[in-house]
């Protein structure tokens, strides 16, 4: 292994800060949200938010907060990442009328001496007095002036007594000074709420003007604005009011806080007496501020809370304008919210008005190919508590189907306006020797037979042209039709017409291998030229724009070569041969993003496309395999943009991107046909056929992946699918006994005891003794079987209080059975002491229990080494067989401190030590014994592992970086040979929590692909944030010809907030820093495709890698072979 190609197939989704602020202009209303290290900016408008800008900053972002300087005219950002980076972030509008975001300054808070901060990183901003401050360290407080116009931030240090702050605010008041309100745990474990002056001649914060004692461990503070001003002390058992100036204090404990505890809030008026607040069960409450207006100077009196709903459980609020509010998640969807007046039908005083997908956190996945396609679709544990769910993710676009049709043997279909000029009333139906045509009549079809049409034979094209008229052309004739009258028809003199395209003026024909060009004028249409070509034609095409050339483009079934002949005259321009061993099917000439191209489809899947030139040559040769059977190239318009359909039994949508080609799958089985309606009942929708079924539906966004949900209301920790039961096996927990939850509501609910299964009401004191409690415990833990199509629940096993589900696998004995480890939880111990291997069997969607065996420890990781099972328990990993109907023990292995990943590949055995980072067994069946052969000696706080090939492991580590280490079986030093040598690291910015096997894309198997042989395997991993990141192995020559492109991109590209790109890929963790090394960074490879053409002849300029002088597939360097190198890697995800 030479290194490892890293990209992101699905970005971040998992929302950690929002802000308002108008950064794009004084009148904009903007929402800023963040997700891990990206800022997407919105407008508000009346239709709701507009998507503005998406801002990819070098490193994770801690802390987000809006300011506007003393001059300046909008707000600025400003970001602070993990890594201790400060970011000033202005927006503008460049010349071409698009926004740019500029670094007005950037700056570093890191210190080499000072504590990290025991809690989170904490900035808050001054507007009135221009001071940020900044909590990353105890007993530091870092701060500089908003009005410095320098580009480099200089920060000033000081001292604070109160070493373990737990908040941080900036009070409102009318003195010179900043008021820093803090709350802080005292050194005798008392909480107290200061108040300080302080301005940037101090160096120490130590003698309080204002302080108080709470008796709360978890709060935090509201800053109350003029003119109440004060503090809001929100802790877990009260909420607090105090008056600095008239120590007025109000204390209330709401008996929500019972249920949760109160996380986040926003402010909705101006003078702070209304203002939002979420829990961690994902309630909403109103908190309102009542003024006393007896006093003779403004005074709370009282305060007041009301309920409002249910909301996903937000990670932050943000108020926006006129009751509307976003609530991003870290665990859930996030949200665009109403506030109303009244009660809806849930009872609740606020509407969803928008849902904003997120994956996060992943906490396991599994890759299948349940459609047998070669095409994985990844199903994800997401979300956590209520929010829990599992996602079904596939690579492609999704159809919504409206209607259906069942029409045996239809082979293509046209719509046609023939009473409406407005929307399309009518389809002709082509079968094999006739046609029909059906009328729309409400939501239904009626079968008519218009006498100006020919229905008696094949019809091979059809559509509205000038006047109001409407084109026929079947296997014997042309029709030109205007109302209920047949204007003009013409017949070829011997042979039946084969293929036929047109526009709104123009008809190309063909018969055998003679080329007709008919011109539409008026009502009438006239045979312009003809041509005999040697060989028989098999597809044509009109160019419909004629912005640049008028052409007609060929393709011919005896020597499959491809020809541009212009047209009226039709003198060739151009003659190419495919190059390939099957007859061209399909031909298109069309413009994507402004460029001309040539697709031609064949026989056997593949599509080549050229781009025509100036000179009206055929260039920049592509091809790519999107299927196996023959592929019928169809154009159509979406969001106004131009794209091709490529009707096959893996149907693709081929679009533009910066100029570049994007094939992305569609997520139906087969396509044979497809044609754009827009009809009165279906606008803006498409008609696809497959085996006799005809399908109206609408096509999701041209995105990579297409993501469906399946809410469950509880988290699901594990997953495992059974292929031959067509099942999926999950655990899973819920918070209390009620919850209306997947495992709830499902309609077969059982038990899991010592010993078997039981129906979850049976009351005999024998089997319900031991179940009295499950009303009183707060988690409740199931393993849940679900339905691979229809993710119906098929059972819910409960277990016992206490008892907590720790993993789950589908494995093969002798047959095929669930097994889920378990252990029993007691709060007074550290570890558990006592777990079991509990065997289930689903047969005819019938499950069984089979037996269990006790195991001492928690199983938290199970594995399948050839047929056997592997459990990690604590520190020990055991093997068991399954003979005579039961779990056998055969042998153990102790060497670990806590196990929590197994891995198995043939022999070998990887495991993961969350202290100890990973070591390799194998099981040598002679022995009947598990050996180490290798590991690694350096401590890792290790988060997940994987198994790449025999002799190379990946793992994540808890600080969010990413390592590769290598077992090198050839050394001779035996030390050497016993240790896995840490061969690559990178900081990504997530942890992992799973990594799988398999592909989201379609294998590409054509021989033209420059990266054939040169990438091997792919594995998939899912990440707190939400992140499906991609990992493959590249060849020593292509890894040193990406690593020279990443490392010219990396000083190249401008990024916001100047951060050096080093800096946010070298590997960090809590005791060791080091450089990234053996990593390629896909997400910056990928950049190279939004260069211009002279952006990327500067980037490549003097293009070389010591001995290499040409690619790794003898091509030269050019702007053309890296092009191409980028293009067919972004296909891989």
Not at 90 to 95: I, K, L, R, S, Y
Not at 520 to 544: Q, W
Request: contains cysteine; hydrophobic residues 35%; negative net charge.
């Amino acid at each position: 292994m030479s290194g490892i190609y890293m990209v992101s197939a699905q970005k971040p989704t998992a929302v950690t800060h929002s802000v308002l602020g108008r950064v794009t202009s004084p009148t904009d209303l903007n929402l800023i949200i963040c997700k891990n290290s990206l800022i997407e900016i919105y407008k508000a408008t009346a239709e709701g938010l507009k998507f503005l800008k998406q801002i990819a900053i070098w490193g994770v972002v801690d802390t987000l907060n809006t300011y506007r300087g003393k001059h300046d005219k909008k707000d600025n950002l400003l970001v602070i990442t993990a890594k201790y980076d400060i970011i000033v972030l202005t927006c503008e509008m460049n010349q071409n009328g698009t926004l740019e975001v500029v670094t007005k300054s950037h700056g570093c808070v890191k210190d080499t001496i000072p504590r990290q901060s025991s809690t989170h990183m904490i900035t808050i901003v001054d507007n009135t007095r221009n001071l940020v401050a900044i909590k990353c360290y105890d007993g530091i407080l870092k701060t500089f002036s908003l009005n410095s116009d320098n580009k480099q931030l200089n920060l000033s240090s000081l001292r604070m007594i109160d070493l373990n702050v737990i908040d941080l605010i900036f009070l409102k008041n009318e003195s010179d000074s900043s008021v820093l309100g803090l709350l802080c745990k005292e050194p005798n474990n008392k909480i107290l709420v200061k108040a300080y002056n302080i301005d940037q001649n101090i160096k120490e914060i130590s003698n309080p003007i204002w302080k108080k004692e709470i008796n709360d461990n978890q709060a935090f503070l509201i800053a109350v604005p003029e003119p109440y001003g004060g503090i809001i002390v929100v802790g877990s058992q009260s909420i607090n009011y105090f008056n600095l100036t008239s120590n007025n204090a109000t204390i209330k404990s709401p008996s929500f806080l019972v249920q949760g505890e109160i996380t986040n809030y926003a402010m909705i008026d101006s003078n702070g007496q209304r203002y939002l607040l979420s829990n961690t069960i994902g309630q909403l409450f109103l908190m309102i501020l009542i003024s006393d207006d007896t006093s003779n100077y403004p005074k709370i009196s009282d305060i007041r809370f009301e309920f409002l709903g249910e909301t996903s459980i937000a990670n932050s609020i943000t108020y926006i304008d006129n009751g509307v509010v976003f609530i991003g998640s870290k665990l859930g969807d996030s949200q665009l919210l109403k506030l109303i007046d009244t009660p809806n039908e849930n009872g609740h005083y606020l509407n969803i008005l928008e849902t904003y997908t997120n994956l996060g956190p992943i906490l396991d996945m599994i890759v299948v190919d349940i459609e047998k396609q070669g095409q994985g679709q990844i199903i994800t544990c997401s979300g956590g508590h209520k929010n829990g769910s599992l996602r079904i993710i596939k690579s492609g676009i999704g159809i919504n189907e409206s209607a259906n049709l069942e029409l045996p043997g239809v082979k293509s279909i046209w719509p046609l306006k023939l009473l409406d000029n407005q929307s399309h009333d009518h389809l002709l139906l082509s079968f094999f020797s006739y046609t029909k045509i059906l009328a729309f009549s409400g939501d239904e079809f009626e079968d008519v037979e218009p006498e100006q049409f020919d229905l008696n034979n094949h019809t091979l094209h059809c559509s509205n042209v000038i006047n109001s008229q409407i084109l026929q052309v079947t296997t014997k004739c042309i029709r030109l039709i205007k109302d209920t009258r047949l204007v003009k028809e013409w017949h070829p003199d011997s042979d039946p017409i084969s293929v036929a395209s047109a526009n709104n003026t123009e008809i190309l024909i063909a018969s055998r291998n003679k080329l007709f060009y008919f011109h539409i004028k008026n009502e009438d249409f006239v045979l312009v030229n003809s041509l005999s070509l040697e060989y028989e034609i098999a597809c044509l095409d009109l160019c419909e724009d004629k912005r640049n050339f008028n052409l007609c483009a060929v393709g011919l079934w005896g020597d499959f070569s491809l020809r541009l002949f212009k047209v009226p005259d039709l003198s060739l321009i151009t003659s190419e041969v495919a190059k390939v061993d099957v007859i061209p099917r399909s031909i298109l000439i069309e413009y994507l993003d402004d460029i001309p191209y040539l697709f031609v489809s064949f026989g056997d899947g593949s599509v080549i496309s050229h781009v025509i030139s100036k000179d009206l040559g055929l260039i920049d040769r592509r091809k790519v395999v999107l299927g196996t059977q023959p592929t019928i190239l169809k154009k159509f318009t979406s969001s106004d943009s131009k794209n091709i359909f490529a009707c096959s039994d893996r149907p693709s949508v081929i679009s533009s991107a910066n100029q570049k080609l994007v094939y992305s799958s569609v997520n139906l089985k087969q396509v044979d046909y497809m044609c754009q309606l827009d009809s009165k009942l279906y606008p803006d929708s498409l008609i696809l056929t497959s085996s006799g079924t005809l399908r109206i539906g609408t096509m999701d966004n041209l995105q990579k992946l297409h993501i469906r949900s399946l809410h469950l209301n509880e988290t699901v920790r594990r997953i495992c699918y059974q292929a031959e039961t067509k099942a999926f096996g999950l655990i899973s927990y819920r918070l209390d006994s009620v919850t209306q939850s997947v495992s709830t509501l499902c309609s077969n609910q059982l038990v899991c005891k010592n010993g078997g299964l039981f129906g979850l009401n049976e009351t005999t004191a024998s089997k319900s003794s031991d179940l009295s409690t499950f009303s009183d415990i707060q988690t409740i833990h199931s393993f849940i079987i679900l339905d691979q199509n229809t993710f119906e629940c098929l059972y819910s096993v409960q277990f016992m209080p206490n008892e907590f589900t720790l993993s789950v696998i589908s494995i093969k004995f002798d047959e095929n059975y669930f097994i889920v480890g378990c252990a029993q939880v007691n709060e007074d111990e550290p570890e558990p002491k006592q777990g079991r291997l509990v065997v289930f069997k689903l047969v005819d969607n019938k499950l069984s229990y089979v037996n269990e065996v006790s195991v001492k420890g928690g199983p938290y990781c199970m594995a399948n080494l050839n047929g056997k099972l592997l459990v990690g328990i604590s520190n020990q990993v055991k093997l068991y067989e399954f003979k005579d109907g039961q779990l056998s023990l055969l042998t153990s292995y102790s060497d670990n401190v806590f196990i929590t990943n197994l891995q198995c590949r043939n022999d070998f055995i990887l495991i993961g030590d969350i202290m100890k980072s990973c070591s390799v067994l194998t099981y040598r069946s002679d022995t009947n014994q598990l050996e180490q052969v290798a590991k690694d000696y350096t401590p890792v706080w290790l988060s997940s592992i994987e198994i790449i090939d025999d002799d190379n492991f990946l793992m994540c580590d808890c600080f969010d970086n990413v390592i590769t280490l290598k077992k090198d079986s050839g050394q001779s030093n035996e030390e050497e040979r016993k240790t896995l040598q840490n061969y690559g690291c990178m900081h990504i910015g997530e942890q992992i929590n799973a990594f799988r096997h398999g592909s989201l894309g379609m294998q590409q198997e054509s021989n033209e692909l420059i990266i054939n042989h040169h990438i091997q395997g792919s594995i998939l991993a899912g990440t707190v944030s939400g992140s499906i990141i991609l990992f493959s192995q590249l060849s020593n020559t292509l890894f040193r010809i990406l690593n020279e492109l990443q490392n010219r991109l990396a000083k190249y590209i401008i990024t916001a907030g100047r951060i050096r790109y080093e800096k946010w890929r070298d590997f960090e963790s809590e005791r060791r820093v080091e450089s990234f090394k053996n990593f390629i960074d896909g997400d910056l490879i990928e950049c190279y495709l939004e260069l211009t053409s002279s952006e990327a002849e500067n980037l490549l300029k003097d293009f070389k890698i010591d001995d290499l002088s040409t690619g790794h597939n003898g091509e030269e360097f050019s702007v053309n072979y890296f092009n191409k190198l980028v293009e067919e890697l972004s296909r891989l995800h």
